[in-house]
């Protein structure tokens, strides 16, 4: 586009892959010429993966304000644990995640970093040579760590005679050591060669005169079987060893097994990829030096770090301001930035109104006229379909709702029982710690969420009360 060899037509239709991590100047710029051009745009991805590395979270907030088809159920995964462990990250529910994985031993700790990682490389090479038909990944958040750990993983294959003689290639990174039977990480996509960034494939051959590289891509959901490729390295230049690899080169990835080292940067976006690149298992090796003790772990692993858009400020500015222990004032200033973000909200609306090519409110009226047919023809299976097609957090808010209706009118009434109040207390324990709940449950029900956040409110009111008596009496 930049260049001006490639234009979009009103027969184009663009679908855009790990949406998520694109920024809103990279957004604005496609959904622009995508309209212009009368072309229709597909944007897939999880926003609460990987954060993207620009400014802003336009696929959210696109999202947020547009209707979207989600699929929650899980494939990758298999077994029904790390399949409900699956969700928890995609959720953010990160410590009950790990408590998951930990129950079934798949969490280990040592004393010391160095521990944890020659740990992980001698599971490695156990899984490796038991099962040399499965697929593996070691996952590292740093560069540093990468390069050790395969490093590592390199002289634990030499010692055990399974890696040929090495041959020095001037890559994209610098120089790098490849032999025959290494395995290769291949860094951007290549027609050609039918590599995209994140293929992993085995080195078959080496000729170090051409500088060509024989490489067997690993099989896929596509390929059953591996296809051989010849990497000519005098033009291509992005491959590393494909033994450990970063988290954010690892997004789309998959693979039988994975093994997590997390540190400090690690945070919910991050977890939630390092443990879901996995089909059969996922270890994770933890470092008593990193993490003094699980609630730390956990903590650090659970930090929400997704990304503001500017449209955040004018609809939550009260509660922006409380996390960052700003004093919101009426200032000139501020009501004149709220109004130019206003009006910037208005623009990127109607462009993304000329995205979907529809008069979005005519479909609604033809879709709200349909499903009243529906309903009185099929209401049964009407309202299983509707079900169906609601996202985790509606259906959690919905059965919430079920849960809670009981209680409405003795709330209402200020007459709850004793029995009611901790069973009430049980059950709303949920909803302050989990936005997207909350989120649904205020949209679908906001009667109930009225009385339960004044429930919530007067119920902390009360803790804290008591919490003060307590410490009188200690006095």
Request: charged share 25%; hydrophobic share 40%.
């Amino acid at each position: 586009l930049d260049k001006g060899m490639f234009h979009f037509t009103s027969r184009d239709i663009l679908v855009v892959d790990e949406a998520g991590m694109l920024g809103s100047r990279t957004m604005e710029r496609l959904t622009r010429e995508v309209a212009q051009a009368g072309a229709k745009l597909v944007l897939v991805g999880d926003w609460q993966q990987l954060q993207a590395i620009e400014a802003g979270a336009s696929f959210r907030a696109i999202a947020e304000n547009y209707q979207y088809v989600e699929l929650n159920q899980i494939r990758r995964q298999t077994t029904p644990w790390q399949m409900d462990a699956s969700l928890d990250l995609a959720q953010g529910a990160v410590g009950k995640a790990l408590l998951a994985y930990d129950a079934h031993d798949h969490v280990h700790r040592f004393g010391t970093t160095d521990d944890a990682k020659h740990a992980l490389i001698e599971q490695w090479n156990d899984v490796r040579i038991a099962s040399p038909s499965d697929s593996q990944i070691i996952l590292a958040y740093t560069r540093k760590d990468v390069k050790e750990l395969n490093e590592m993983a390199r002289a634990m294959k030499r010692k055990d005679g399974q890696l040929g003689e090495d041959v020095v290639f001037n890559m994209e990174r610098g120089e790098r050591s490849f032999a025959v039977n290494d395995r290769v990480y291949f860094l951007k996509r290549e027609d050609s060669l039918s590599v995209i960034n994140g293929t992993l494939g085995t080195i078959q051959g080496i000729d170090a005169k051409s500088g060509l590289i024989t490489v067997a891509l690993d099989a896929d959901d596509l390929n059953s079987k591996p296809q051989i490729v010849q990497v000519n390295t005098n033009y291509y230049k992005h491959m590393e060893h494909g033994y450990a690899a970063t988290v954010y080169k690892a997004q789309g990835v998959t693979v039988d097994r994975a093994y997590v080292l997390p540190t400090a940067h690690y945070d919910a976006h991050s977890t939630y990829v390092a443990m879901t690149r996995h089909r059969k298992s996922c270890d994770v090796f933890v470092s008593r030096e990193v993490f003094a003790h699980d609630k730390a772990l956990i903590h650090a692993l659970s930090r929400n770090r997704a990304k503001d858009i500017t449209l955040d400020y004018t609809h939550m500015q009260g509660e922006f301001a409380r996390q960052r222990g700003l004093i919101l004032d009426k200032s000139p200033a501020l009501s004149l930035s709220s109004e130019r973000v206003r009006t910037s909200e208005r623009s990127i609306e109607s462009l993304l109104n000329q995205v979907m090519g529809r008069d979005l409110q005519k479909e609604q009226q033809k879709l709200d006229a349909f499903e009243q047919q529906c309903l009185k023809e099929n209401p049964s299976q009407v309202l299983h379909i509707a079900d169906s097609l609601l996202s985790i957090a509606e259906r959690q808010a919905k059965s919430l709702a079920r849960s809670f209706e009981p209680y409405s009118k003795a709330l209402a009434q200020n007459r709850l029982t004793s029995e009611q109040q901790d069973k009430l207390v049980r059950l709303m324990g949920q909803l302050p710690g989990d936005s997207q709940l909350m989120n649904a449950f205020k949209k679908d029900y906001p009667e109930f969420a009225k009385q339960a956040e004044h429930f919530i409110k007067r119920n902390e009111q009360e803790v804290h009360r008591i919490r003060i008596i307590d410490k009188e009496l200690d006095i």
